[in-house]
C-alpha cells in the first residue's frame, strides 16, 4: 500500500488549557472526565481529505509539565508541519502566555510552519466572539478558533483548518 503524505501538527500552550482533550476529541471523539497528564510525548494518528486528497495527520500532544515543555527538544518544533497553539478561554494568563509561545515557535519551528490560535472552553463563556483572541491572531497573520474540547465544537475545523493551510503552501 501506498504510504499517505503525512502531516505533522504539535500541540503547544500553558498546562490545562485542554491540549489532551482537544486531541481526544479530535482522534477519538472522546472526552473523559479526567486526563492523564501528559507524560513525556505522546501522538496520535488521524486520517483526513484535505482538499480532496488523502492525508495522514500525525498530532502530537506535548508533556504536562508545560516548564519542561517550553524547552522541548528543538527537533519537535523543526520537524512540525502545523503548529495548534491553544490557550483556555476562562484563562487570562494562558492568553497572555501565547506571546511566549510565539518566540519559542519562531525561534525554534520552520519560519513557514502553519500554525492557529486556538481557544479553547468555549463551553464555558457566553460568547461567541472573543476580540482579545482574534486581535492576538490578526496581529501574528494567523487564524483565530473558539472551540470546545468538551462538546466537540469546531475541533474538527481547527485541524482542517490548519491542515488545508499546509497542504496549500506545499
Ligand atoms: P492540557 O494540560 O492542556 O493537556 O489540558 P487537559 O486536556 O488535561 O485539560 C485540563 C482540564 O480542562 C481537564 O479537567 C479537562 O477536563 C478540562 N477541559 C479541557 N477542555 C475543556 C473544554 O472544552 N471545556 C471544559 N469545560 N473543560 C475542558
Ligand atoms: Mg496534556
Known amino acids: ?9 504539535l500541540t503547544l500552550g500553558d498546562a490545562s488549557v485542554g491540549k489532551t482533550s482537544i486531541l481526544l476529541r479530535f482522534s477519538e471523539d472522546e472526552f473523559p472526565k479526567t486526563t492523564m497528564p501528559t507524560i513525556g510525548i505522546e501522538y ?3 486520517y483526513a481529505e484535505i482538499s480532496g486528497r488523502a492525508i495522514k495527520l500525525q498530532v502530537w500532544d506535548t508533556a504536562g509539565q508545560e516548564r519542561y515543555h517550553r524547552t522541548l527538544a528543538s527537533t519537535f518544533y523543526r520537524r512540525a508541519n502545523g503548529i495548534v497553539l491553544v490557550f483556555d478561554l476562562t484563562d487570562k ?12 515557535i519562531r525561534a525554534k519551528a520552520d519560519p513557514k510552519v502553519a500554525i492557529i490560535l486556538v481557544g479553547n472552553k468555549m ?21 483565530f478558533i473558539m472551540v470546545s474540547a468538551k462538546t ?19
Open 44 to 46: 496520535k494518528t488521524k
Open 152 to 170: 466537540g465544537k469546531n475541533v474538527v475545523e481547527a485541524f482542517n483548518t490548519l491542515s488545508e493551510m499546509i497542504v496549500m503552501h506545499d
Open 123 to 143: 463551553d464555558l463563556i457566553d460568547q461567541n466572539e472573543f476580540p482579545e483572541g482574534k486581535s492576538l491572531a490578526d496581529s501574528y497573520g494567523i487564524p
Open 1 to 9: 500500500m501506498e504510504e499517505l503524505p503525512t502531516l505533522k501538527i
Open 93 to 104: 494568563t494562558s492568553l497572555e502566555h501565547v506571546e511566549s509561545w510565539m518566540k519559542q
